[in-house]
């Protein structure tokens, strides 16, 4: 089942590092068989495994990088590499199916077509259910010779804890904001714009460029309206729930929580404003009772914890809940930990 993989993947620059180490170990013979590649959305892990698996098919990389060139990278970017294999789901958002797994298992067991590696990749890990991740195991323990198995993953606590010991597990974090805003302002066509877009994502880089193309930039001012008219007794929790319910979740959660930290410190004589659009309506948001801001913000990040668990709770309904805690209703209601 190798698909194309459309064209030669550089890593991320903050993790250009990442690569080369994981390369440096291959040549001395200390590479893992199976690597977890885990961390938030967004941040390039995908990039990188990519990156990883065409520099071991292509027969002459240079500095770290697939050539781009020579039989080996016409078959990855092609997707007709015998020694590769990408398990992904059908659409976005659906289950890994147990028999793409065995399709895996046996792709693992076989030996390598071009005298190198074989290199398998699940992406994201977590698309596998229960199933799907008991038919693996015994391949992350023992697959062919010189295989490799990569699986990305951003949810972790959704693997089985066999499945994890079986990998080894690289974690992966956002880089420093002193990396990921010039280079997603070089992204941006209006540069000013990374800051914020940052900050609703999570510092993840890729998520805040996606979040751009989403159009999220320009709702957002609507969303800060519809807190502040809600805090203000002027708009029902119910009706701005299911306004927002088919946003990002996880990015509304977050620039929330972002707006109301920031709240809380112009209600406390802070002047800044992240992002100068939104200055009048921070204004507005400002006024509400810096204990119910607070409560907002405690009920926020125990949503995002929820959010970020695996979880899948009804977004309409958790919105309403958050909602709730800003008009007073206290975190009683909501999501209590
Ligand atoms: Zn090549």
């Given at each position: 089942m190798a698909e194309a993989v459309a064209a030669i993947?550089?890593?991320?620059p903050w993790h250009r590092d990442t690569l080369n180490q994981l390369l440096s170990r291959r040549e001395a013979g200390?590479?893992?068989?199976?690597?977890?590649?885990?961390?938030?959305?967004?941040?390039?892990?995908?990039?990188?495994?990519?990156?990883?698996?065409?520099?071991l098919l292509c027969e002459s990389p240079r500095g770290g990088i697939a050539c781009g060139r020579c039989h080996g990278c016409h078959m990855t970017t092609g997707g007709t590499h015998p020694d590769m294999c990408l398990t992904e789901?059908?659409?976005?958002?659906?289950?890994?199916?147990?028999?793409?797994?065995?399709?895996?298992?046996?792709?693992?067991?076989?030996?390598?077509?071009?005298?190198?590696?074989?290199?398998?990749?699940?992406r994201p890990?977590?698309?596998?259910?229960?199933?799907?991740q008991n038919a693996l195991l015994k391949t992350l323990e023992e697959p062919g010779s010189n295989t490799l198995l990569i699986l990305v993953c951003d949810q972790v606590s959704a693997l089985l804890p066999t499945v994890?010991?079986?990998?080894?597990?690289q974690l992966l974090t956002p880089p420093p904001l002193s990396v990921s805003e010039p280079w997603v302002a070089g992204q941006l066509a209006v540069p000013e714009r990374a800051a914020p877009l940052l900050a609703a994502a999570g510092g993840a880089p890729l998520r805040a460029v996606a979040l751009e193309q989403a159009d999220w930039f320009a709702e957002r001012a609507a969303l800060v309206q519809a807190l502040a008219r809600l805090a203000s007794g002027q708009a029902s929790a119910v009706v701005i729930a299911r306004q927002f319910a088919g946003y990002d979740t996880l990015a509304l959660l977050e620039a929330c929580y972002g707006w109301t930290r920031q709240a809380l410190r112009l209600s406390q004589g802070a002047t800044h404003v992240t992002d100068p659009e939104l200055a009048n309506a921070m204004q507005h948001l400002a006024r509400v009772s810096?204990?119910?801001l607070l409560q907002f913000a405690q009920a926020l990040s125990r949503a995002r914890r929820l959010f970020v668990s695996g979880a899948n709770p009804n977004k309409e309904l958790l919105l309403e809940q958050l909602l709730l805690v800003l008009t007073g209703a206290g975190p009683r209601n909501a999501l209590s930990a």
């Open positions: 993947q550089a890593p991320c200390r590479l893992p068989h199976a690597l977890l590649f885990s961390g938030p959305a967004g941040i390039g892990k995908e990039r990188l495994a990519l990156a990883l698996l065409q520099v789901p059908a659409e976005a958002g659906k289950a890994i199916r147990i028999d793409q797994i065995r399709e895996l298992v046996e792709f693992a067991s076989r030996t390598p077509q071009y005298g190198g590696h074989r290199v398998a990749l699940v890990a977590q698309a596998m259910n229960r199933n799907a994890r010991s079986r990998c080894q597990q810096p204990i119910v």
